[in-house]
């Protein structure tokens, strides 16, 4: 079992920056990905970013390229997604989860995702 918790959310304005954190304990497994999705009002749960366990390989979604970093710290079995020039559009429950047994693929779909934190809300301010 993986448990997940996220924080760092908050508001923000418009071209500001927030960086969060993903905290995971119990049992990963060897290989796996972690992940950040969010959701807005009204609209499905979208992928965001990810990134696998060693940190070669990492995928990002259109909407956020150039602007957030996903990043991890092993040695805190931590993950974080810093945010700049935030958006209006950015606003959303922000949620981390893990795909576990993965590594050189990183999944953009809410399966394989298996284990997932309660959320985090990200509100940008025009």
């Known amino acids: 079992q993986v448990q997940l918790v996220e924080s760092g959310g908050g508001l923000v304005q418009a071209g500001g920056s927030l960086r969060l954190s993903c905290a995971a304990s119990?049992?990963?497994?060897?290989?796996?990905?972690i992940g950040w999705f969010r959701q807005a009002p009204g609209k499905e749960r979208e992928f965001v970013a990810a990134?696998?366990?060693?940190?070669?390989?990492?995928d990002n979604a259109d909407s956020v390229k150039g602007r957030f970093t996903i990043s991890t710290d092993n040695a805190k079995n931590t993950m974080y997604l810093q945010m700049n020039s935030l958006k209006p559009e950015d606003t959303a429950v922000y949620y981390c989860?893990?795909?576990?047994?993965?590594?050189?693929?990183?999944?953009?779909?809410?399966?394989?995702?298996?284990?997932w934190g309660q959320g985090t809300q990200v509100t940008v301010s025009s």
């Open positions: 989860a893990v795909a576990p047994g993965y590594n050189l693929y990183v999944p953009r779909t809410e399966p394989p995702y298996h284990y």
């Open positions: 119990g049992r990963t497994g060897s290989t796996y990905v």
């Open positions: 990134i696998s366990w060693s940190g070669r390989n990492t």
